[in-house]
């Protein structure tokens, strides 16, 4: 008896895959997975994800894309971090706050200080969050609590010092991280054909560490913060692309802003880094900068804290070389 249920159930899946394959032309090694599927579920045969679903998160700390356009060349790694973002993609909508970031002067995500402007501040990695916000890995659109904010109030600093900014606040990295700089190129581009006087480009980031201990998390904020005046604030550093074709001028560039950074706050800045197969889009102007302030152990608070004196070094750096 149990035989004939058995041989009835096989055939009448046959019966039902052969509609099943007839109406959505599906190949015969499709359809022979098919049958065993139903047939023998113990047996399961997988069909292979794509390359793209499998990959979508994953990182490579020293790959460059191939492009054969120069312009389209761009690195896909976590600028400066060991943790690779899990991207919270779950709401996109940003929160009615406050925050300097989310002020209604942003026009198309474009606030621009006054006309002609020297310096441009944008976000490769706008999706990146501090420690008030562990979403994602760090990683979100939590905006008041990322660099996007950051980048907002250095705006707001250098523009009290008298200097003129475009800041930028589009997500390069949400809801996917890989590519993020071949998109920010775009956004330089475009920036760039806008406003011709643009001079200075900072792109603005925060380092980051995999933290999931608390000894991790407190080491890793030991060595990104500093005291001034009483007060914790989060380290600044540089990082240069050694494959940039101007890379030794930028590296000057850092190392000089950073030399005269510890000259006015001793231990305010951390070691410059340089990345061997990276660009980062520096080659896209004479001073690019990427800054990172703080990382993913630091409060927004102590990051918010360091962007007075950030301010005042960039002004104070440029106008000592006559800008």
């Known amino acids: 008896m149990r035989k004939k249920v058995a041989s ?11 509609f099943f394959k007839t ?28 390359e793209n679903e499998k990959g979508a998160r994953k990182i490579d700390n020293e790959s460059e894309n191939k492009s054969t356009n120069k312009d389209d060349e761009f690195v896909k ?43 441009l501040i944008y976000h490769t990695h706008g999706g990146e ?20 904010e950051i980048g907002a109030l ?17 997500y390069h990295d949400m809801p996917e991280f890989t590519g993020a700089y071949s998109r920010s190129l775009k956004t330089i581009e475009t920036m760039q054909e806008k ?10 980031h925060r380092d980051g560490r995999d933290i ?11 060595a990104c913060t500093t005291k001034i005046n009483g007060e914790n604030v989060a380290k600044f550093l540089f990082v240069v692309g050694e494959k940039s074709e101007n890379y030794s001028s930028n590296l000057q560039l850092a190392k000089e802003i950073t030399a005269f950074a510890e000259s006015k706050y001793p231990g305010i800045t951390r070691p410059v880094v340089k990345k061997p197969k990276a660009k980062f889009n520096q ?26 004196y950030i301010g005042e070094v960039i002004d104070e750096f440029l106008k000592q070389k006559g800008m």
């Open 8 to 18: 009835l159930g096989i055939v009448t899946c046959v019966i039902c895959g052969l």
């Open 23 to 50: 109406s959505y032309a599906l190949s015969e090694d499709e359809f022979l997975k098919f049958l065993i599927n139903t047939s023998y579920p113990e047996t399961k045969v997988d069909t292979p994800k794509s």
């Open 77 to 119: 790694m976590y600028v400066g971090e060991e943790n690779v973002p899990k991207v919270d993609d779950s709401s996109n909508n940003e929160k009615t706050t406050e925050a300097a970031s989310t002020s209604s002067k942003y026009v198309d995500n474009v606030l621009v200080t006054k006309d002609q402007p020297q310096i």
């Open 129 to 148: 969050t501090y420690v008030n916000s562990p979403t994602g890995n760090y990683h979100s659109y939590d905006k008041e609590n990322a660099t996007l």
């Open 154 to 170: 250095l705006t707001q600093e250098l523009a009290k010092r008298g200097r003129s900014v475009v800041h930028n606040t589009t």
């Open 195 to 204: 406003y011709k006087s643009i001079d200075v480009i900072i792109d603005l």
């Open 212 to 222: 999931t201990t608390e000894k991790a998390k407190k080491d890793f904020h030991d």
């Open 283 to 308: 080659y896209k102007s004479d001073k690019p900068l990427l800054l990172e302030v703080g990382g993913n152990a630091n409060t927004k608070e102590e990051a918010q804290a360091s962007v007075k």
